[in-house]
């Protein structure tokens, strides 16, 4: 019984660092983002395209933990 909730707390802990993780990179790379789009307005549509790829990479960082934190729940309940 005592596996199961170190187990709940690992996934806890790995969905929420994480989610941080992931929010404050789109944060740094949105105002990073702003600046550039500011110095050379020219330059936003190929900026854009850029920062939305980035935003997808980084997103994808954050569910691929989630996804390893419920294989973690699955496999430990399922002993």
């Not at 019984?1 to 949105?30: K, P, R, Y």
């Not at 050379?40 to 989630?66: R, W, Y």
């Amino acid at each position: 019984m005592e596996q199961f909730g170190s187990v709940a707390i690992a996934c806890g802990m790995i969905i929420s660092l994480v989610g941080i993780a992931a929010c404050i990179g789109i944060s740094l790379m949105g105002g990073k983002y702003l600046e550039s789009a500011a110095r050379q307005p020219e330059l936003m549509k190929d900026l854009q395209v850029n920062m939305f790829i980035l935003a997808g990479l980084i997103d994808a960082a954050f569910i691929i933990g989630t996804g390893i934190s419920v294989w973690f729940a699955i496999s430990t309940f399922l002993k």
